[in-house]
Nanobody, 127 residues
């Protein structure tokens, strides 16, 4: 089992940047699909990006490509989400999630496939 703690959220103006962090603990940082999701008020939780711990292979939601970069520091057991050119519509609670995934991250596209979640970190983008 893995525990996740997010940090790095905050309030920024449109066009600004933020870097979110997700520290994992409790299990070996291996064979996990690590994902970032977000949920705005009144909307469903949507995927943002994910990365496989062992290979570093990355996947991005189409609407986030070019503005976000997911990365990890295996030694620190930490996943990052760098977000640039932020827009007011990026305002949401951002969640880190994890799923044991022996063969990679490719098919992990829905929130339901991730059993482990952090508490979330709020991002507010003002115009």
């Amino acid at each position: 089992q893995v525990q996740l703690v997010e940090s790095g959220g905050g309030s920024v103006q449109a066009g600004g940047s933020l870097r979110l962090s997700c520290a994992a603990s409790g299990d070996t940082y291996s064979d996990y699909c690590m994902g970032w999701f977000r949920q705005a008020p009144g909307k469903e939780r949507e995927r943002v990006a994910r990365i496989y711990t062992d290979s570093g292979t990355r996947y991005y939601a189409d609407n986030m490509k070019g503005r976000v970069t997911i990365s990890q520091d295996n030694g620190k057991r930490t996943v990052y989400l760098q977000m640039n050119s932020l827009k007011p519509e990026d305002t949401a609670m951002y969640y880190c999630a994890a799923s044991k995934a022996r063969y990679g991250c490719g098919g992990y596209t829905t929130a339901a496939q991730f059993p482990y979640w952090g508490q979330g970190t709020q991002v507010i983008v003002s115009s």
